[in-house]
């Protein structure tokens, strides 16, 4: 169900796109015994590797998301994955209202940061009513307000070394596919750094105006416009930068692409 309120547009490429990637993702099932297999999971890597050099060819570096109208944010925006983390840290950190809740950035950078929201709020920040699609085939229009990604980096300042912003959240989501213990996996996803220095891409900590809250990923969350949802990390608790995936779980970059999921979710 789409909440959007706004005229008629002839198709877009964005949507061609997103159309395309859904398909893709509600594919997987099928290939799920196909990809256990190390000559076709080969094959499907170079696939999605030639997939994200297609769509970085026909996105461009800088070319921005649509962006709307205060009339045409949805009434209701629907919560995309996680709601309610039960992690008894997050917990305590939410009964105190985030007061005590830091931002952690470390790995590859000259300088580790340590930023509470206070912080985050006192930098420069941007403001961009942007539509967010969902893997599920649903979207809807939302108001985000936070500190761009660039910002951050900057202020760490980003090793040479460094090819990959990851970010560790807050919220447990394992099904037990790749044998971990369900207690000691938390989310994680991660961008390269030319979608880290996109002017999009922020982390928000208010939405349509308010504070973030809870179902939509308090204190702070991972808005990156010209991706699928599943891109877009809800709890940041902290931004590490690294060279590559080799240590990260399954080694893909993010929860749901080790499980199948493209890594590059461009639309």
């Not at 594919?27 to 696939?47: G, I, Y």
């Amino acid at each position: 169900m789409r909440n959007v309120s706004m005229k008629p547009k002839a198709p877009h490429r964005r949507g061609f796109l997103s159309a395309a990637l859904s398909f893709f993702a509600l594919s997987l099932s099928a290939c799920d015994r196909l990809s256990s297999e190390p000559r076709a999971r080969s094959v499907l890597d170079a696939a999605s590797s030639l997939s994200y050099r297609v769509q970085r060819l026909l996105l461009g570096a800088h070319r921005l998301a649509p962006e709307y109208g205060e009339t045409d944010i949805s009434p209701v925006f629907r919560a995309n994955g996680s709601t309610d983390p039960q992690d008894d840290e997050y917990l305590d950190l939410a009964d105190r209202e985030f007061a005590d809740w830091k931002l952690k950035v470390d790995g590859l950078v000259e300088h580790e940061l340590s930023l509470s929201l206070d912080d985050l709020r006192a930098l420069p920040a941007r403001t961009q009513i942007t539509r967010h699609d969902c893997v599920e085939g649903w979207s809807c229009i939302g108001k985000w307000t936070g500190v761009p990604l660039a910002e951050i980096l900057s202020r760490a300042g980003v090793k040479s070394q460094a090819r990959y912003v990851v970010f560790h959240c807050a919220d447990t989501l394992n099904d037990g596919s790749l044998g971990d213990d369900p207690e000691s996996i938390r989310y994680y996803e991660s961008i390269d750094l030319a979608d880290a220095a996109h002017p999009q891409t922020i982390l928000a900590y208010e939405m349509n105006g308010k504070k973030l809250d809870i179902a939509h990923g308090a204190p702070l969350r991972l808005r990156l416009e010209r991706q699928l949802g599943y891109k877009m990390a809800k709890y940041v608790m902290r931004i590490e930068l690294v060279r590559s995936f080799a240590g990260l779980h399954g080694g893909k970059g993010g929860y749901w692409e080790d499980r199948g999921y493209e890594w590059y979710a461009g639309i």
